[in-house]
């Protein structure tokens, strides 16, 4: 992180530590990510398996990971057009990796922040 900071010790804005924290940021991206972890699947397929995901919302995200060159987008010519979505390298690294290393956390420490954040009713 020290390769992201200004002479002045200032995190900017717009470094790489921002770009990759804004990856997760969205509701729906990592959910995407990790249905893609298992292979290329065509948007109908993860909307199945996506429980509570919209059109939009899926779409949205698939938009925005195929522009941050996390999954590939492939079109076959058929009646009708088929589109599958895939992980590319960088998408791979970041499953494989800090997704992988946050479920690991959320899998040991989840019940703790949840009795952190106390009942959402009271």
Do not use: F
């Not at 010790?9 to 959910?31: G, Q, S, Y």
């Amino acid at each position: 992180m020290l390769g992201y900071r200004r002479a002045r010790d200032e995190l900017v804005a717009d470094c790489p530590l921002r770009a990759a924290t804004d990856l997760l940021a969205h509701r729906w991206d990592p959910v995407v990510l990790l249905a893609l972890g298992v292979g290329a699947r065509r948007r109908v397929d993860l909307r199945a398996d996506i429980g509570g995901v919209s059109d939009k919302a899926l779409t949205e995200s698939l938009r925005r990971l195929v522009r941050n060159g996390l999954v590939g987008r492939a079109e076959y010519p058929a009646a009708p057009p088929r589109v599958e979505y895939a992980l590319t390298a960088l998408g791979k690294s970041l499953v494989a990796g800090p997704m992988r290393a946050l479920g690991d956390w959320v899998t040991e420490h989840g019940h703790e922040l949840l009795a952190a954040q106390g009942d959402p009713e009271e």
